[in-house]
Structure formats: structure tokens, C-alpha cells
């Protein structure tokens, strides 16, 4: 087991999934381990004037140890707005074990009748890809992410704990996770990002950054294909090259050594192929924390655009809607600065009945409106395979 995680309670990585249960705090599992949560020791609080949100956090896990707890850690999510409100915890107990595995059969899950509301429709969000295409070929900006959503509404209750289940059984390479909002009212955000903001072990540092994504299809030779098409695409390298560069200039003045890939790699998740960049590096000072470096990042060109502000005003012209949670970072850290901060894509709010899917594509100047569409339905089939309407229409 990790360094990080000695003195937590151990456990085996199949009972920590079969034991998650909706009203626990939160649920993290990786390539490399396994999470879960129980109980509330504290909120940590917003920030007030003149702190960040990682000094916060700092003091906030300071005061736990000095008060008693054992081994206190911070779990949650930061929106993808960090003008708005961050939702942090402390919990009573962690709960640790290594990897998942495929060999369990995922669980049974009736698949729920469901209405399906996209927001915007369809065609707007292609208008919008248009407008923004408009907007880069005038020089305005460089790169702008455009998301749109997915409004379902079921006959039942979704079964959170079995939709994890699928989500973390179908995404062994990739961070699932599941996060109680019951206290803002919001239900719980649960998905399966492919996509490591931050990790920070010691004075090593790790960030895997991706842009650039393909659609992968059932037979072979034609999805290897579409692979080697995305290796070779000018329009995915340049729109990946953007976001590898804003990562590296975020980390390059903390560390000592840097390690940026000449040229990007594939990824793959069970619906999408990804360019990546495995980015890594040692620390001149322990003071940089993980929920700092992951801050000095956080929003990438990956889910935002270049130059962020510009992105920005334009993502808030466009998006009908409010991103939340999506699009943020969710993820841990503890009281010697190590941590594990993901971004929250392939990800819903599920709360009762109802549950909001969410997916975006990055806009350059070559993109085209259909093919920026096509990405988010693609996008979109993580979490409907999960829920068992693999042949639902997304459009």
C-alpha cells in the first residue's frame, strides 16, 4: 500500500466498492488504490478575504490533528467557477485498499425508464460551436471548451451505489468517484474521469493532461484506425499542444526538474480515445501542496480555453446552464501536502429521480459544429452504458 495511506484502515478494494452506501462522504478509486469515506469530522469553511482556498485547507487540517484526529485528510470538489463555492470535508475514518479489478461481474441494474431533456438542444450547442468558431478565426481567442447537458428523469430512484459500481467496474484505468452533496441540496456527483489534474507523493509530482479525443467503435481494425487518425490530426495537436503548455508553465516555477513528452500519446477509455501528456516532475519545496499546485492549473485549456479569461467570458455567453461541480476537480489531500486531485468529467448530479449529465468538446479554429456534437454524445455514453441505455439517442 502507498506511503500516503499508512495508519488508515485497510481493507480489501472489493468490500470498499460492494460497502459504498449513497450517505457516505465520498468515494475515490484509481489505478493505484482505492477509497472510502466514513462519517463527518468538520466542513472546511470557504475562505475568507485574503486567503486561498489551499491555506484554508491547510488550516483546517492543522486544527483537526491538533484537536485529536489521527490521520485527517480533505475530500471533496471545487467547481469549475472558483469564484463559487468549494465543498470540503473532513472525515472520521478512511478507509484504503489497492486497485480495483475487472474479475467481479459488475451488478445487475434495471435499466430505468427514462425521459431525456439535452440542454441546450442540439442544434443550439452547434450554433454555439459556430459562434465560437467565428470568434478564434478573428483572433479573439485560441481555444474555448463548450459543454452542453443531458436532463434525465426516471420512473424510480437511481441506484447511486450500483451506478458506481458499473462506472468503476467498466473504468479500471481511470478515477471513479462518488461525492455527497446531500448538505447543499445537490444529491451526489459520481463519474469516471480519465483525467489526473495533479498528483503530488513526496516531492514528486505527476500531471496527465488530455485534449485532443476520437470516438472508439466495437470492431477492431476500424477503431485502431481512428487511433492512429488522432495521433496524426494537426487540428487534436494543436488543440492538445495548448493544454501540455499551459500545465507546464503552471508547474515549471515549483519544481526542480520538469518532464514534458516531446509529443502527446494515446490514451483509451472504454468509449474514447485521448491524446496525453504524462507530465512529471520533483518539487524545489515541500511547502507546494497538492490542492496548491492543483490550483495554480485549475481551469486547463482542457475544460476551459486560451486565454482563460477570454474563454471564459465566451463559455458563460454561450452555456445556457451553470457548470457546478463540473468541469472542477475533485479529489484528496492530506496534512503532509500529498494528495490526488482529478477533473470531474464523465460525470451527472444524480438526486432521486433525477440525474443531469454533462460533456463538452474543445473548439479551435478547424473545428466543425457536427464533429464537436458527435464528441459530446460519445462523451456522454460513459455514464448512459453505466446506466444500462447504451442504445439510448443522445444526439
Known amino acids: 500500500?502507498?506511503?500516503?495511506?499508512?495508519?488508515?484502515?485497510?481493507?480489501?478494494?472489493?468490500?470498499?466498492?460492494?460497502?459504498?452506501?449513497?450517505?457516505?462522504?465520498?468515494?475515490?478509486?484509481?489505478?493505484?488504490?482505492?477509497?472510502?469515506?466514513?462519517?463527518h469530522y468538520a466542513t472546511v469553511p470557504q475562505p475568507t478575504s485574503g486567503s486561498s482556498l489551499s491555506e484554508t485547507v491547510d488550516l483546517a487540517l492543522k486544527q483537526a490533528r491538533e484537536r485529536g484526529h489521527p490521520n485527517p485528510i480533505v475530500v471533496g470538489a471545487i467547481p469549475f467557477d472558483t469564484g463559487q463555492a468549494a465543498r470540503l470535508s473532513i472525515p472520521h475514518h478512511v478507509l484504503s485498499a489497492g486497485p480495483l479489478t475487472r474479475r467481479a461481474a459488475s451488478a445487475p441494474?434495471?435499466?430505468?425508464?427514462?425521459?431525456?431533456?439535452?440542454?441546450?438542444?442540439?442544434?443550439?450547442?452547434?450554433?454555439?460551436?459556430?459562434?465560437?468558431?467565428?470568434?478564434?478565426?478573428?483572433?479573439?481567442?485560441?481555444?474555448?471548451?463548450?459543454?452542453?447537458?443531458?436532463?434525465?428523469?426516471s420512473e424510480e430512484a437511481i441506484d447511486v451505489p450500483c451506478l458506481l459500481e458499473r462506472l468503476a467496474r467498466r473504468n479500471t484505468h481511470g478515477y471513479t468517484f462518488a461525492l455527497n452533496l446531500a448538505a447543499t441540496g445537490q444529491g451526489t456527483l459520481v463519474g469516471a474521469s480519465p483525467e489526473l489534474l495533479l498528483s503530488r507523493r513526496g516531492l514528486q509530482v505527476r500531471s496527465n493532461p488530455l485534449a485532443g479525443s476520437a470516438a472508439r467503435v466495437r470492431e477492431p481494425l476500424a477503431d485502431a484506425q481512428r487511433s492512429?487518425?488522432?495521433?496524426?490530426?494537426?487540428?487534436?495537436?494543436?488543440?492538445?499542444?495548448?493544454?501540455?503548455?499551459?500545465?507546464?508553465?503552471?508547474?515549471?516555477?515549483h519544481c526542480k526538474v520538469l518532464e514534458v513528452p516531446a509529443a502527446p500519446s494515446l490514451i483509451h477509455t472504454e468509449t474514447m480515445w485521448?491524446?496525453?501528456?504524462?507530465?512529471?516532475?520533483?518539487?524545489?519545496?515541500?511547502?507546494?501542496?497538492?490542492l496548491f499546485l492543483a490550483?495554480?492549473?485549475?481551469?486547463?485549456?482542457?475544460?476551459?480555453?486560451?486565454?482563460?479569461?477570454?474563454?471564459?467570458?465566451?463559455?458563460?455567453?454561450?452555456?445556457?446552464?451553470?457548470?457546478?461541480?463540473?468541469?472542477?476537480?475533485?479529489?484528496?489531500?492530506?496534512?503532509?501536502?500529498?494528495?490526488?486531485?482529478?477533473?470531474?468529467?464523465?460525470?451527472?448530479?444524480?438526486q432521486g429521480q433525477h440525474m443531469r449529465l454533462f460533456a463538452g468538446a474543445g473548439?479551435?479554429?478547424?473545428?466543425?459544429?457536427?464533429?464537436?456534437?458527435?464528441?459530446?454524445?460519445?462523451?456522454?455514453?460513459?455514464m448512459l452504458n453505466a446506466l444500462g441505455m447504451a442504445a439510448q439517442e443522445t444526439l
Not at 298 to 323: K, M, W
Open 109 to 153: 441494474l434495471r435499466t430505468p425508464k427514462c425521459t431525456v431533456t439535452p440542454q441546450p438542444a442540439p442544434q443550439v450547442y452547434a450554433e454555439g460551436v459556430a459562434q465560437a468558431v467565428r470568434q478564434i478565426q478573428d483572433g479573439v481567442l485560441r481555444k474555448v471548451v463548450l459543454a452542453r447537458t443531458l436532463e434525465l428523469a
Open 274 to 290: 485521448h491524446l496525453s501528456s504524462d507530465i512529471r516532475g520533483e518539487l524545489a519545496s515541500p511547502e507546494a501542496s497538492a
Open 228 to 253: 492512429q487518425a488522432l495521433l496524426l490530426s494537426a487540428k487534436d495537436l494543436h488543440e492538445h499542444q495548448l493544454v501540455a503548455d499551459a500545465v507546464a508553465q503552471g508547474l515549471r516555477p
Open 1 to 39: 500500500m502507498n506511503d500516503v495511506f499508512r495508519g488508515i484502515i485497510d481493507a480489501q478494494a472489493e468490500n470498499l466498492l460492494s460497502g459504498y452506501h449513497s450517505d457516505d462522504p465520498f468515494f475515490f478509486a484509481t489505478p493505484e488504490h482505492t477509497l472510502l469515506t466514513r462519517g
Open 363 to 382: 473548439v479551435v479554429a478547424e473545428s466543425q459544429p457536427a464533429s464537436e456534437l458527435a464528441e459530446t454524445s460519445a462523451k456522454f455514453k460513459t
Open 295 to 350: 490550483s495554480c492549473l485549475h481551469p486547463t485549456p482542457a475544460v476551459c480555453g486560451y486565454p482563460s479569461d477570454q474563454a471564459l467570458a465566451l463559455i458563460r455567453q454561450i452555456e445556457p446552464f451553470n457548470r457546478g461541480f463540473y468541469s472542477g476537480m475533485v479529489g484528496w489531500c492530506d496534512a503532509e501536502g500529498n494528495g490526488e486531485w482529478v477533473v470531474t468529467l464523465r460525470c451527472a448530479l444524480v
